[in-house]
């Protein structure tokens, strides 16, 4: 009779005498061939739950048995095989369907028999009993550590130490993703402006998934937190969704940010995915916006509900981060009307006088051209003076020159190269931030004919940084009528 033998440990019994996976080899093939029965082959989960029947082996093995190349399962003891006592009775139907007989090295099962089969299924419910016994052992330990303040391992949280010691250059990248988000991104364009600055996560690359999770995540805002994510949405006290088991406690390392700034991200988070808040393709200049007097970003937000003549409407307009969550800035808030007001007022003084407007494109280029050429020119020389230093070194090996003169000269040769890449440098600096002119006035004449999202897109590909500013503190609304501002400054893509 052909025999499969199926071994599994879990990490926790891989020391133990008799449960090891050379343990139970041995004793299942001494077994075997008391029976005088023939392996056919060895199925061994090593490290595996028996919780369920995803394991590898356990898998491959009723794979095999499907293609009937063996007789009968051979295991240890039955709670090698599962302790689940659902999952017993699947495979008994499974081995009865394929003729395949099942039995324990250690345990006397009679599975042919009404009796047989009920002493089998109690054995099995002792199993599924224990590992929940365990379960909840564990359980306990960890919810403790938590209630502590200590962390129950895992991967280290990005901004932190294997100690837990705050890493200061990726928690400030940490805040910049919240403040883009807060500004009114989503999580891939976060994600999309972050990299495309450089400014990436442990050497690799941002998505929406590690902005979301990273925004999400309690653990900087001080909080230790095990079992299942909160969902987006709802805060780490909401009862919301009761299958939502988690533990939560205050941890004792530095947090990133304070209870209230993540009290206040998943508010808004929670607006934004229940439907509570504007799509963010309606804010057009989120993410370039920034404020004139404390540099930090704005973001867009609605004004409350208004009856109009025309029924129930709402605004969107921009405020200064600084002033929303610190009250350190005064600048005041702006329509988006007026921003898109003050752009193009901006684009409309480029497009003034066009033939003022052709004679500096006609110039920029003929001056592109120049700079090109100085620079080849200055890479030239930087061939020559490679050229040169090989030529001291020959000259002193031959002896027609000595010590002190080939020194000189290296020297003056050190200080010439150092001139001309600087001069490379500062060259190819010229030209960075020129206005791309051409996509302005596309950007002009065809404002009117995008949607949303296209104005959304055209803006943050375009431009790198909107500033704005006024003189005025104190605004008073009037009605269609914007207040004295100016655009501070621009910078392009």
């Not at 023939?38 to 739950?49: A, E, K, L, N, P």
């Not at 940490?174 to 009114?184: N, T």
């Not at 375009?462 to 500013?469: L, S, T």
Request: aromatic share 12%; with cysteine.
């Amino acid at each position: 009779m052909r025999v499969a033998i199926y071994i599994r440990v879990s990490t926790d019994m891989q020391a133990e005498e008799g449960f090891s996976i050379e343990g139970q080899r041995s004793r299942l093939i001494s077994f075997a061939e008391s029976q005088d029965w023939t392996v056919y082959d060895f199925y061994v989960d090593d490290g595996y739950s028996a919780k369920d029947l995803k394991r590898p082996s356990m898998q491959r093995m009723l794979e095999d048995m499907e293609n009937k190349k063996f007789d009968v399962v051979l295991v240890y003891k039955l709670d090698r095989l599962t302790r689940s006592v659902g999952d017993l009775h699947s495979l008994l139907k499974i081995f009865d369907l394929y003729s395949v007989k099942f039995k324990s090295a250690t345990e006397i099962f009679e599975t042919t028999t009404a009796m047989g089969r009920f002493f089998i299924t109690l054995v099995g419910a002792m199993a599924e009993w224990e590992r929940g016994t365990i379960s909840e052992r564990v359980r306990f330990g960890v919810e403790q550590m938590v209630a502590e303040g200590r962390r129950p391992g895992g991967v280290r949280p990005f901004g932190y130490t294997p100690d837990e010691q705050l890493i200061p250059e990726e928690a400030k990248l940490i805040r910049e993703v919240r403040e883009l988000y807060m500004s009114g991104l989503g999580y891939k364009s976060v994600a999309m402006r972050m990299n495309r600055a450089g400014k990436l996560r442990r050497g690799k690359d941002w998505t929406d998934a590690t902005v979301a999770y990273t925004l999400e995540n309690p653990y900087y805002a001080g909080i230790i937190r095990i079992g299942s994510k909160t969902p987006a949405g709802t805060y780490v006290n909401s009862k919301k969704d009761e299958r939502v088991k988690c533990v939560y406690g205050k941890g004792s390392h530095e947090a990133i940010f304070t209870l209230e700034e993540y009290e206040e991200l998943k508010a808004y988070m929670g607006r934004k995915s229940n439907g509570g808040f504007s799509p963010i393709a309606t804010y057009w200049f989120s993410g370039v916006l920034r404020c004139g007097r404390c540099g930090a970003a704005m973001f867009g937000r609605m004004t409350t509900k208004r009856t109009t003549s025309k029924g129930t409407v709402r605004s969107q307009y921009y405020i200064c981060s600084n002033r929303h969550h610190s009250k350190t800035c005064d600048l005041p808030m702006f329509r988006q009307t007026h921003i898109e007001h003050l752009v193009f007022q901006y684009i409309n003084q480029i497009q003034a006088d066009m033939e003022k407007l052709n004679d500096e494109a006609i110039k920029i280029f003929a001056d592109e051209g120049r700079k090109n050429s100085e620079i080849d020119v200055a890479k030239r020389e930087l061939s020559k003076v490679a050229e040169r230093r090989e030529k001291w070194k020959y000259m002193f090996v031959e002896g027609l020159i000595g010590k002190q003169e080939i020194r000189k000269k290296m020297a003056e040769e050190d200080e010439r190269e150092k001139e001309l890449r600087q001069r490379i440098v500062q060259e190819q600096k010229a030209f960075s931030g020129i206005p791309r002119i051409e996509e302005l006035v596309g950007l002009a004449e065809g404002w009117s004919y995008f949607d949303d999202q296209e104005k959304k897109e055209l803006i943050y590909t375009i431009f790198g940084e909107i500033i704005v500013n006024t003189d005025l503190k104190n605004v008073k609304g009037v009605k269609n009528k914007f207040f004295d501002a100016y655009i501070q400054d621009i910078s392009f893509n």
